[in-house]
């Protein structure tokens, strides 16, 4: 698997709301996911050859961070969780939007999983 970089094209966000993983495989579909200062500048991106990917995740408080493999058939969302500490606030999920690149290899499907990260609480 190969791990996958994010994607952030300049001046340019990503649109936030509840999304399933999706493959975005032109820049007219790109483009109703990002929000744009200059509408018409390019994204950077070479359509012949990358793919986006493109998701809503949310993040727990005790969530460290998401890493994204590809294994050319595959794309899996691996969440790195802590273990809650004493005091932490419950868990309040709220929505972010992830684009990543990929190889334009052809489709995949989708896949979840999670790890934990050693961690030491302060007293």
């Known amino acids: 698997s190969v791990k996958l970089a994010a994607y952030k094209p300049a001046d340019c966000t990503p649109k936030g709301g509840d999304q399933a993983p999706h493959l975005i495989t032109s820049e007219a579909d790109a483009r109703p996911n990002l929000e744009c200062k200059d ?8 359509f012949k050859k990358h793919s986006l990917v493109v998701t809503a995740r949310s993040a727990s408080p005790a969530q460290v961070g998401t890493d994204v493999y590809d294994d050319g058939n595959v794309v899996t969302f691996v969440d ?11 868990p309040m999920p709220g929505p972010t939007t992830t684009v990543l690149n990929q190889l334009a290899a052809g489709p995949r499907t989708f896949a979840n999983g999670s790890c934990t990260v050693a961690t030491t609480c302060a007293k």
């Open 39 to 46: 509408p018409k500048a390019g994204l950077g991106i070479d």
């Open 80 to 90: 790195r969780e802590r273990p809650p500490c004493y005091g932490d606030p419950q």
